[in-house]
């Protein structure tokens, strides 16, 4: 059980920004919110992560709601290689557990 | 940038014959990990790896199973007696920091197993 919940699918125009949300109602204190993403044909790649304070790397940024039951990744400004599955797990041990994801398709 | 390779890329077997997917994790991690994901359906976890011994294993990793880290650069995954529905894609990651939950697992790019 994943224990998160994203929409299963999203469209974005090229260029624009992109908000994928996640519910986390159940979240811990003490786990962390790690995105990944998989492209096609690929293996599951790290986005970003976070625990209570938003977060900003060269990939996307983080909002994480002040309950912290609801996050959103952030990409600022979508290419077609951003094209993928976007999955968002609630982190606090060794396994990542996936759930179905959300299949972000970027229009040209 | 360092990257987890594995190989090979697609492997064809017969039910019932033995199969060794092979990894090599990222240089100086000291965490590795198996999962799978069937065609169409969610990444599943297999196996953690650490210290020479399974830290973790998810239902899935039965006796058919078993993991391996021969020398100081390869990890593998051994499925003893292939059935039908080990056909999937199979995944080893690796991290440098095990299970911090800021950790960080580098993905290789699978093994399709498909057996007939």
């Known amino acids: 059980d994943a224990k998160t919940t994203q929409p299963n699918s999203m469209e974005s125009n090229e260029e624009e920004p992109v908000h994928l949300p996640c519910n986390h109602s159940?979240?811990?204190?003490?786990?962390?919110i790690h995105w990944y993403r998989q492209l096609p044909s690929q293996g599951p790649e790290y986005v970003i992560h976070g625990l209570t304070s938003n977060v900003n790397n060269r990939m996307a940024s983080l909002a994480i709601a002040e309950d912290r039951k609801s996050s959103t990744l952030i990409l600022h400004r979508a290419t077609l290689r951003d094209a993928a599955v976007y999955y968002c797990i609630r982190f606090g041990n060794e396994k990542l557990t996936f759930g179905t994801g959300t299949r972000l398709t970027i229009i040209p | 940038e360092p990257e987890v390779t594995q190989t090979p890329s697609h492997q064809v077997t017969q039910m019932g014959q033995e199969v060794i997917l092979r990894c090599v994790p990222i240089s100086n991690h000291l965490y590795f990990y198996w999962y799978r994901q069937i065609l169409g359906q969610k990444v599943e976890f297999l196996v953690s790896f650490y210290n020479n011994e399974i830290s973790e294993k998810s239902e899935i990793f039965d006796d058919q199973f078993s993991v391996e880290r021969p020398d100081g650069s390869n990890f593998t995954l051994k499925i003893r007696s292939t059935k039908l529905e080990d056909s999937a894609m199979y995944f080893c990651a690796s991290s440098a920091a095990g299970g911090a939950s800021t950790d960080t697992q580098y993905f290789g790019p699978g093994t399709r197993l498909t057996v007939l």
């Open positions: 159940t979240i811990s204190g003490t786990d962390y």
